[in-house]
């Protein structure tokens, strides 16, 4: 009876339902295995519950807590309200934002089980990886970041009071289209928000300061930008071309803008900024956290804490969550990110305690290190979905998942297996994995090369064409207008070889369809 009563005593719950006090004791628990006993190193943790409306609401705006309004979140938000009480699709567990505090929301749908899985995930899983990751310390401000947000939602808000919503939804229109390429892909210098807040207010408080209704009455020169400049590499140095960020190009050079025009690609492509990293990280920031969870979920089980009944509705969520169906399954729709970043994490676990000669070969320094959670961590800090890939993916693992790869030839009639389970194979299959998340061959390399700024102003852009990939032809006409009306004037792309600059493809003079005023 003592053994009975002392086993109760440890758990720290016993039924689905739960309330604030278990939330918060369970926590705890958590927070004593991952940072006690594991070591990580995670933001502090805001634990927030939420319903299920309100998570939808942040599924509509990018899964951020504060946002400025804009007609697509509340399309989004209907769609997925939609499937949702239809049956037809669920809801994530939680939603976890990279900010420090980290937030992590969880819906108060879920059981007491579910509740503390989510924990684990989010508030200690992602919050590590967030604040460890190298690209995460390179390019996102987690400090001010809902600081920032605040800034903005109040900013635009302000401007649909002082210009019109219909104005506004116009430039928020085209910034969105434009939001994938607006962003620096090589650091140039650590994102700071509170100086990007500050900036706005300093430059407002000047032209507040400055402003002088004579000024309008003198007559006016002609701006530096009408000089003719027939030479143009001197032309593309003073405008910093080439240039892969449209959006920072528009704001810094589009001849029509307003400032509070300007303002507003600068909100939109800091926010474009703030998500790349998670765009380049997918596998291992999901296999990170599901990783986590299964230690800590499975070492509550061991001291007793969970019952065995609450292990095994752990064991069926998160068997769910690492599914990955077979090819011809009507529910295949690619590789699941948590599966194979979990596989990969497990499988590196293995190589690491208990590796075989195989693993020997591949893995010379890592192999019988005995420090998985060592060798998990300097990967969570060094490594990206490439290559994190590229560098862990192992031959049994390989096996195991029964991967080949196909060339499909566009010139060739037959498909042609071209990597099959050997070690020549092993690193070609490995190679043709990692290039799928390679960021740099799937979204397109256009850029500002000219622009014609003492003639009639026309955008010339180019597009570096890999593997002859051209792009679609009527969506591409639609962002080339919306960028037209943030430009003013004729926008004209030209879609070349990266190899040999040979021309492949033209769309010329597209005409603005609307001014931005």
């Known amino acids: 009876m003592s053994r009975s009563l002392e086993s109760d005593a440890r758990l720290l719950y016993t039924g689905p339902d739960w309330d604030y006090r278990l939330v918060r004791k369970t926590f705890d ?49 209907a769609r997925d309200e939609m499937l949702y009480r239809k049956g037809m699709t669920g809801l994530a567990y939680e939603i976890v934002i990279n900010s420090n505090p980290c937030l992590c929301y969880i819906m108060e749908e879920n059981t007491m089980t579910m509740q503390t ?21 390179a390019w996102t401000d ?54 990007e807040m500050e900036r706005e207010r300093e430059r407002r408080r000047f032209q507040e300061q400055s402003f002088s209704d004579l000024w309008r009455t003198l007559p006016r020169r002609e701006s530096d930008d ?52 998670q765009r380049q990280t997918k596998v291992m920031n999901e296999g990170c956290a599901t ?13 007793g804490q969970i019952t065995d009944g609450a292990f095994m509705e752990f064991l069926h969520a998160h068997t769910n969550v690492v599914f990955q169906p077979e090819f011809d399954d009507p529910r295949f729709s690619g590789i699941n990110p948590y599966a194979l970043g979990f596989g990969i994490l497990q499988d590196l676990k293995r190589v690491c305690e208990d590796p075989t000669d195989e693993d020997r070969r591949w893995f010379p320094d890592i192999a019988g290190n005995g420090d998985a959670l060592g060798t998990w961590k300097t990967a969570w800090a ?28 566009a010139d060739e009639r037959d498909l042609i297996v071209d990597a099959i389970h050997d070690d020549s194979g092993y690193r070609e299959l490995r190679r043709a994995l990692a290039a799928q998340y390679d960021l740099a061959r799937h979204e397109p390399d256009i850029q500002v090369v000219d622009v014609d700024l003492a003639g009639d102003r026309r955008l010339v852009l180019e597009h570096r064409v890999l593997d002859g990939r051209l792009l ?17 004037y004729p926008v004209t792309l030209a879609e070349v070889d990266a190899r040999d600059h040979h021309i492949l493809h033209e769309y010329d003079d597209v005409e603005p369809d609307r001014v931005i005023a």
């Not at 969870?293 to 001291?303: D, F, P």
Request: proline share 4%.
């Open 29 to 77: 628990a958590i927070e004593r295995i991952a940072m006690g006993e594991m070591g990580l190193n995670p933001y502090p943790s805001q634990v927030e519950v939420i319903s299920s409306e309100q998570m939808l609401d942040a599924y509509a705006s990018m899964g951020m807590p504060l946002f400025y309004r804009h007609w697509s979140f509340g399309k989004h938000f």
């Open 117 to 137: 899985l989510v924990m684990a995930h989010a508030a200690f899983g992602h919050s590590h990886f967030f604040r460890n990751n190298q690209l995460f310390k």
């Open 142 to 195: 987690a400090d001010s970041i809902l600081d920032y947000l605040d800034f903005a939602k109040r900013y635009v808000s302000e401007c649909e009071e002082r210009y019109g919503a219909d104005a506004v939804e116009r430039v928020l229109d085209s910034a969105h289209a434009l939001m994938s390429h607006g962003v620096h892909r090589y650091p140039r210098r650590t994102l700071n928000l509170k100086q």
């Open 226 to 277: 009408g000089d003719d400049d027939p030479d143009l590499d001197a032309r593309q140095h003073r405008l910093g071309l080439p240039e892969e960020n449209l959006l920072y190009f528009l704001e810094k050079h589009a001849p029509r803008l307003a400032h509070w025009q300007r303002e507003i690609l600068r909100i939109v492509r800091v926010v474009a900024q703030y998500f790349y990293p």
């Open 291 to 303: 990783a986590v969870h299964y230690a800590i979920m499975s070492r509550l089980h061991e001291t």
């Open 382 to 409: 060094e490594y990206r979905d490439e290559s994190f890939i590229l560098q862990f993916l192992s031959p049994r693992m390989m096996r195991e998942w029964r991967l080949f790869s196909v060339l499909d030839d």
């Open 472 to 488: 679609e032809e009527r969506n591409t006409l639609m962002v080339l207008r919306h960028l037209a009306n943030l430009w003013g």
